[in-house]
């Protein structure tokens, strides 16, 4: 069995884990790296194995640092088949499709203004290699196991995310298992993540996300804290923008949201805008994949009762255009691209509104310099002052905090022979290390970005 680290391993971000069993190469996740330029250069790079040595592609999950390079692959010739949940392949799609639009449209934007430091800006993918990639994505059930070649793959549900699988590859009485993203024992929408079933000796190699591996969530009532902030910023004639992945924290909002209006904790006229066609999609399969939700169908079927949902661009600027107090939730998450930037120029200069942030924010991101306290952000090639209050609520997280992870990986019935600790940023990777090795007693490392280990 061999291994390459070829991302997720010295950042979160970029998952893509080439290993190679049974005579197969199998590459686990082929995510896009975001936050950080040193970071988002390295999508521009060809991976440094060729695309026909590898075999099949399996997914873990649909955010686009799991599946985000999957266009790009394709396009440099790449001829394989992509593993993946059912409700996986259908968020990848509406995901990959988006992603491709805004690059290209980021591409035109810096063309038509010359504010791109290339002579022409060109897109990382373009909607054509969306659609190629998205064409090779064979869904599987996560009930049974299914085969590449002689590997033996399962799909474990993690939580996370709809979809969310964790990974496991057995060949010859050996087994690899991949976390894919952990989801929290009492997330909003997800259930919590079960167990890798079928190992009844364990792991012989385990990969383990740790993004929030130096973390735990704080005991805050997510939800009564943005009553508050939305009550607050009302009052003083302010809006409220939540940037919002499109995929699973939109939806959580919207739910939340309403629960609020439910209990008179904030105006029921008080307007609810969602600014984001891919959420509006999301939230669409969202409602036909809910018996993997652990939200009452019910609550599901009136996720969008009274929102307006924007579809159009004129739409959106005519929102941007309005000073009446609202809430409005656009993507991106971490405020990287996507109509959320228009309102961040138009909201971001007036102390009266409040911007916040529902999730973690990749360090270089946005996101991570607002919370960070910048004064002023660039966005589409000039700075724009912020003074409008900027807040994080690390409560609508959905992820596993450190605990949590330690707690999932004590349900392995025996120690695995080696755990690489990946996807986190360099302190939260080392220190899940420390607390595996301290507390279960495991053999354990966190591997280097391009590192081949062989096993």
């Given amino acids: 069995m061999q291994i390459q680290f070829l991302g997720a391993a010295d950042t979160v971000t970029g998952s893509r884990h080439l290993v190679t069993m049974g005579g197969q190469r199998i590459l686990l996740d082929c995510g896009m790296f975001q936050g950080f330029k040193l970071f988002r250069e390295r999508n521009w790079q060809p991976l440094p194995v060729a695309p026909g040595d590898i075999d099949a592609v399996v997914l873990s999950h649909a955010h686009l640092d799991h599946c985000g390079w999957l266009p790009r692959l394709v396009a440099s010739g790449w001829r394989g088949t992509v593993y993946a949940s059912a409700a996986t392949r ?8 988006d992603a491709a639009h805004l690059q290209e449209e980021d591409a035109r934007r810096a063309n038509r203004y010359g504010y791109s430091r290339h002579a022409t800006a060109l897109p990382l993918y373009t909607r ?4 190629r990639a998205i064409a090779k994505i064979s869904p599987q059930r996560t009930d049974r196991p299914f085969r590449i070649g002689d590997v033996q793959v399962g799909l474990v549900p993690g939580g996370h995310l709809l979809g ?6 057995s060949h010859g009485g050996r087994t690899l298992a991949f976390s894919g993203d952990l989801g929290r ?12 079933a079928g190992l009844s000796s364990g792991a012989d190699v385990l990969l383990v996300e740790s993004t929030y591996g130096n973390r735990r969530h704080p005991p805050e009532d997510a939800p009564a804290l943005l009553a508050r902030i939305i009550r607050d910023t009302v009052a003083r004639g302010g809006s409220v923008l939540l940037p919002a992945f499109a995929v699973g924290r939109a939806q959580a909002l919207l739910l939340v949201l ?12 008080l307007p609810i805008v969602l600014d984001s066609p891919m959420a509006a999609q999301a939230t669409t399969l969202y409602g036909q994949h809910r018996r993997l939700l652990r939200v009452p169908a019910r609550e599901m079927a009136t996720l969008t009762d009274g929102v307006t949902i924007v579809s159009t661009p004129a739409q959106s600027q005519r929102v941007c255009a309005s000073r009446y107090p609202s809430v409005i939730i656009s993507a991106s998450g971490m405020a990287t691209g996507g109509r959320v930037l228009h309102h961040l120029k138009s909201l971001a200069p007036d102390p009266r509104n409040h911007i916040v942030f529902a999730g973690f924010q990749v360090g270089g991101s946005r996101g991570a310099l607002l919370l960070g306290g910048a004064r002023e952000v660039k966005i589409h090639g000039e700075y724009v002052p ?4 900027v807040s994080g609520l690390e409560g609508f997280s959905g992820h596993a905090d450190a605990d949590e992870l330690l707690a999932w990986l004590g349900q392995l019935p025996a120690a695995p022979a080696q755990t690489f600790v990946v996807h986190g940023e360099p302190a939260a990777a080392d220190a899940l290390r420390q ?6 007693d495991w053999r354990v490392r966190v591997p280097q970005h391009g590192e081949t280990v062989s096993l």
């Fill in 90 to 97: 259908d968020l990848a799609e509406v995901l990959l499709l």
């Fill in 128 to 131: 054509a290699d969306a659609r």
């Fill in 164 to 169: 969310a699988c964790a990974i496991t590859l």
């Fill in 185 to 196: 024992q009492h997330d909003l929408l997800m259930p919590p993540p079960q167990p890798l």
């Fill in 258 to 269: 309403q629960r609020l209006k439910a209990a008179g904790e904030i105006a029921s006229r």
């Fill in 386 to 389: 912020v003074h409008a209050t």
């Fill in 435 to 440: 607390r595996i090795q301290t507390e279960l």
